[in-house]
């Protein structure tokens, strides 16, 4: 329990200042995920100290990547059918997509050797599995069709 509040207590200030004045939407799912990562990882006070601001980084980083990325579909979407569009124009929407995954990609590596330099390999583990163990989750609550159970 000590570590959930430290957790939450070295989180929670950084989330609020990543998430900005877009919805609330946001920011419940991001508390969400980390009271799961809190629960999964099991971090002793120490870890938690050193984990909690490399995952904020990173959380700040994918998202201003997915952000943009964003951006660009609304801007793709409006773009002319891709009947409509030459060779060129069509490549070059393929590239950039190409182009955000790889620097998704890039992200995901530079934290991996954050984490793994810093922390057990068995909690960078850990904390890849309880990942996927939320998508799951969150997959499998959207597909019931109800919301989340209230205080999750």
């Given at each position: 329990m000590k570590n959930l509040f430290l957790a939450l207590f070295i989180v929670l200030p950084n989330l609020l200042l990543a998430?900005?004045?877009?919805?609330g939407g946001g920011e419940k799912m991001e508390a969400r995920k980390v009271a799961f990562l809190t629960t999964?990882?099991?971090l002793s006070?120490?870890?938690a100290k050193i984990f909690?601001?490399?995952y904020n980084d990173y959380v700040r980083e994918i998202s201003a990547l997915r952000k943009e990325r964003?951006?660009?579909m609304i801007s793709f979407r409006?773009?002319?059918e891709i009947?409509?569009?030459d060779d060129e124009e069509i490549q070059t929407l393929i590239l950039n997509d190409f182009n955000f995954r790889q620097r998704d990609l890039n992200i995901e590596r530079k934290y991996y050797n954050k984490f793994k330099s810093s922390l057990p390999i068995k909690t960078v583990g850990k904390f890849y599995r309880a990942q996927e163990a939320f998508k799951k989750e969150i997959l499998q609550q959207f597909r019931a069709g109800g919301p989340p159970p209230p205080g999750n």
């Amino acid at each position: 329990m000590k570590n959930l509040f430290l957790a939450l207590f070295i989180v929670l200030p950084n989330l609020l200042l990543a998430q900005g004045p877009r919805g609330g939407g946001g920011e419940k799912m991001e508390a969400r995920k980390v009271a799961f990562l809190t629960t999964k990882l099991d971090l002793s006070a120490d870890e938690a100290k050193i984990f909690w601001p490399i995952y904020n980084d990173y959380v700040r980083e994918i998202s201003a990547l997915r952000k943009e990325r964003v951006q660009k579909m609304i801007s793709f979407r409006k773009l002319k059918e891709i009947e409509d569009l030459d060779d060129e124009e069509i490549q070059t929407l393929i590239l950039n997509d190409f182009n955000f995954r790889q620097r998704d990609l890039n992200i995901e590596r530079k934290y991996y050797n954050k984490f793994k330099s810093s922390l057990p390999i068995k909690t960078v583990g850990k904390f890849y599995r309880a990942q996927e163990a939320f998508k799951k989750e969150i997959l499998q609550q959207f597909r019931a069709g109800g919301p989340p159970p209230p205080g999750n």
